[in-house]
């Protein structure tokens, strides 16, 4: 009888630790691998080599161009950026969309409002985007010039957050 109660306790057990496992929270590369408009994303980030870098600890704040914004490029800019001589490049580009830290919506409406109207965000490619409010909607503004508007946020992960951005922001 006593090695039934322990059987049945070690089956509970382990049940209760494959419910833990099945829910830890995933990661950034994940999130975007799961959503349907982030396909392009995710395989530029795989040309990239930038898979581990973005499932390590971070926590980095991604600013996530969607399938449309790529969509919107110079038609053959996407295929010319996946080949493997531009890896260096679309890296640039990719690691442009990312600021260390966890940055969620109310921090970046902070850091705006406490700039007096805009933030200026530091991506870990080195360069800057300049966020603001026009008509109650969060702009991006690259170092060209270029805008792109926050369309959702605070998708969390595991080692940071995604926001979702319908342009393709490029550096200097």
Same mark, same amino acid.
Request: charged share 15%.
């Given at each position: ?132 409010? +026009? ?25 940071? +957050? ?11």
């Amino acid at each position: 009888m006593k090695s039934i109660k322990n059987s049945l306790l070690l089956v509970i057990a382990g049940i209760f630790s494959m419910n833990a496992v099945a829910q830890t929270p995933s990661d950034i590369v994940d999130i975007a691998a799961g959503s349907p408009a982030h396909t392009t994303l995710v395989a530029a980030v795989k040309a990239a080599g930038l898979v581990e870098t973005l499932k390590s600890a971070g926590p980095f704040t991604v600013f996530a161009p969607t399938n449309d914004a790529f969509g919107n490029l110079p038609k053959g800019t996407v295929e010319t950026l996946l080949k493997p001589e531009n890896k260096a490049m679309l890296a640039g580009i990719l690691t442009y969309h990312v600021v260390a830290g966890n940055l969620e919506a109310s921090a970046v409406l902070n850091a705006i409002k406490n700039g007096k109207g805009k933030a200026v965000l530091t991506t870990v490619a080195g360069g800057k985007l300049t966020a603001t409010i +026009v008509e109650g909607k969060v702009i991006l503004t690259d170092e060209k010039g270029g805008t792109s508007t926050v369309t959702a946020t605070d998708l969390k992960g595991s080692n940071g +957050v995604i926001h979702v951005i319908d342009s393709v922001l490029l550096p200097k």
